[in-house]
């Protein structure tokens, strides 16, 4: 079953976001570090080492 709305959809506003991001050049892993478990995190793909940055994210709820 389909469903289609008149209303036309809200855009999510892109907002500046801390990020871990892998130092690894071949690794493109990163993550929001809001939910990151650890203070330093390692890349959960290659294990390399991560580093804190700024990115403009959609704003998440």
């Known amino acids: 079953m389909a ?3 008149k209303n036309p959809i809200e855009p999510v ?5 801390k ?3 892998c ?7 990163w ?3 809001d939910y990151s478990l650890k203070e ?3 890349c959960p793909i ?8 700024i990115r403009m994210l959609p704003e998440l709820k």
Do not use: G, I, L
């Open 3 to 5: 469903f289609f709305s």
């Open 13 to 17: 506003p892109d907002v500046e976001t």
């Open 19 to 21: 990020v871990w991001a």
């Open 23 to 29: 130092e690894n050049e071949e690794c493109t892993c």
């Open 31 to 33: 993550m929001r570090a």
């Open 40 to 42: 330093t995190p390692d």
């Open 46 to 53: 290659c294990k390399s080492k991560m580093t804190q940055e």
